[in-house]
């Protein structure tokens, strides 16, 4: 799928270093947050999704943002995130 980027949306740079910091000390999130970075089409996915929730620093600092990981087995499984279309071509093929 091809996520359009609306203007409100922050760079994706920044959620990635905004979820790395919220996950520092929990190891699994910071291992998870790491995979989906490195995989390169998740965090947009999500972020497209309305998955990834992003929340300034009350005290003015950097943005802190974390995936609503209840949320997303049931996005995937309803096919709302990871599916990607078909292009036209590959669907006229057999």
């Known amino acids: 799928m091809i996520f359009e980027p609306r ?3 922050p760079d994706l740079v920044d959620v990635e270093n905004a979820l790395v910091r919220a996950a520092v000390g929990e ?4 291992a998870a947050v790491l995979l989906l970075a490195n995989g390169g089409h998740w965090l947009p996915a999500l972020q497209a999704a309305g998955l990834i ?3 300034p620093d ?7 943002a974390q995936v609503r990981w209840d949320d997303v087995r049931g996005a ?5 995130v990871g599916r990607r279309r078909r292009s ?3 669907a006229t093929r057999p």
């Open 7 to 9: 203007a409100s949306d």
């Open 76 to 80: 995937l499984q309803g096919g709302g």
């Open 27 to 30: 190891y699994a999130v910071e």
């Open 58 to 64: 009350p005290a003015g600092g950097e943005t802190w």
């Open 88 to 90: 036209a071509a590959a």
């Open 53 to 55: 929730d992003l929340e």
